[in-house]
């Protein structure tokens, strides 16, 4: 696999878009086929479809799957006795979790390629890290949730991790004052998610009346804007919050699914979100046709990491619109996106519909 | 066995509830059920707070295992 593994060996911005998008198509066929060989689901999918995956096609032309089949089946390209972790989602009410089934090489692919994609942003030094969520979120090892796993994973950026909320998802002060005592003038990372950072942290600081220092703060949130939508709270009023709060101006949202862990999509200081060269986008119209660029439609999300489960090509439940390609004024090569949000149900459905009949 | 040495057992074997045995045997990460990503990240605060060193993200990817660890406490100045 060897456009695989040059692509993979590569920093997450080394490649202009005309540069990745050859080594990209012919990476993505090689794990097309490497599903096709050991997942006997997918072959199946692959063969209704009439896909062949020994010539060549442009990444949109390979079948994708909606990522709500991971809620359906559990899907695996590995041996039984090879199964690492079986990751959760933490299921939106009235849906089953998805089921992502891990391998060891799979999980430590993640973090590498995580690791890669956040460094770019926030630089290699690790900082003393603020964790805007409850001690026992990460505490039950059996029921390992995607909450869980998203601070897990972001912990190896930080040191000497402090929890800022209790666990009935209050500000913890003893926790804050010490961390703050510390840590405060110096540069910290902040971590959390999006809606947890709004509602317990931003919020019930403008309640109490409180500003804390927190000027050399970088914050990562992610896990999605729908609860924040519904308050009619977006980026900028997200990141006004936090420089009311806490004088906290570096504020880095990330996308991504869970059934892609590792994929991320980081936004940058001109707040894009990028693609890296082992990830790629494509927008698509209600009939699933792909749409060019500044058009809002559904996202389909392409990853070069999944190996151990066919969920490298997956059309998502949210909508968005490609900005531009290698023309973000921060200077990253490559496509740039926003997400607006989760598609409307019905037209959800209609995808699912219509993806079994294509 | 020298001091530094005695440190970084010891942070295995307070991190992970192990005896020397299993160090000898070249403990690896997610060989046994505390060695997960909860403890993997304990333990680099314990190797980090013994030897007051701060390892850099790529490190703590890296670390794979018992002997491979001893490299990279290496590359912090930790003379085991």
């Keep these: 696999m060897a456009e695989l593994q040059d692509l993979l060996a590569l920093a997450p911005f080394a490649l ?11 990476a993505l066929g090689q794990l097309t086929r490497h599903h096709r060989d050991h997942c006997a689901d997918y072959a199946r999918i692959l063969d209704v479809l009439g896909f062949d995956a020994d010539v060549p096609h442009a990444v949109e032309d390979v079948p994708f799957l909606p990522a709500r089949l991971f809620k359906l089946r559990r899907l695996q390209s590995v041996a039984e006795d090879q199964i690492h972790k079986v990751l ?30 956040v460094g770019d942003f926030i630089g290699k030094a690790r900082l003393p890290m603020l964790i805007v969520d409850g001690p026992g979120t990460v505490k039950n090892r059996n029921a390992f949730s995607a909450r869980a796993a998203g601070i897990l994973g972001f912990s190896i950026f930080g040191r000497n991790p402090t929890y800022a909320l209790n666990d009935d998802m209050e500000l ?159 200077g990253r090569p490559g496509k740039t996106f926003t997400i607006h949000g989760r598609a409307a149900m019905a037209e959800i459905r209609g995808c699912s519909d219509t993806y079994g009949g294509k | 066995m020298s001091e530094s040495l005695q440190k970084y057992d010891n942070a295995f074997i307070e991190t992970f509830s192990v005896d020397k045995a299993a160090l000898e045997a070249d403990l690896a990460y997610n ?43 290496a590359k912090y100045g930790v003379v085991l």
């Design chain 1, 16 to 26: 202009s878009e005309a540069d990745k998008q050859p080594l990209f198509a012919a």
């Design chain 1, 88 to 117: 959760t989602s933490s299921g939106t009410s009235g849906q089953a979790p998805s089921r992502i089934v891990l391998d060891a090489a799979t999980a430590s692919l993640q973090s590498k390629i995580l690791t890669r994609i």
């Design chain 1, 172 to 330: 913890d002060w003893d926790n804050l004052d010490r961390f703050l005592a510390a840590h405060g003038d110096g540069p910290v990372l902040m971590f959390g998610f999006t809606f947890m950072v709004w509602q317990c942290f931003v919020q019930a600081l403008q309640k109490m009346g409180r500003r804390l220092n927190l000027d050399q703060a970088v914050l990562i949130h992610g896990g999605g804007w729908k609860k924040l939508a519904d308050q009619a709270v977006d980026d900028a009023a997200f990141k006004a919050g936090l420089a009311q709060v806490g004088g906290i101006s570096r504020v880095h949202n990330y996308y991504g699914m869970v059934e892609q862990t590792g994929s991320i999509f980081m936004q940058c200081e001109a707040g894009n979100l990028h693609c890296p060269v082992f990830s790629d986008i494509v927008i698509r119209d209600a009939h699933l046709t792909p749409l060019p660029d500044g058009q809002r439609g559904l996202v389909q999300l392409v990853s070069l990491l999944p190996k151990s489960y066919p969920g490298h090509v997956l059309l998502s439940e949210d909508e968005g619109t490609i900005i531009g390609t290698d023309d973000c004024p921060c």
């Design chain 2, 31 to 73: 060989s046994i059920a505390e060695w997960d990503s909860i403890g993997h990240m304990n333990l680099m605060g314990a190797l980090e707070d013994a030897f007051d060193i701060a390892m850099e993200t790529d490190d703590i990817v890296e670390f794979s295992c018992y002997s491979k660890g001893k490299e990279i406490v």
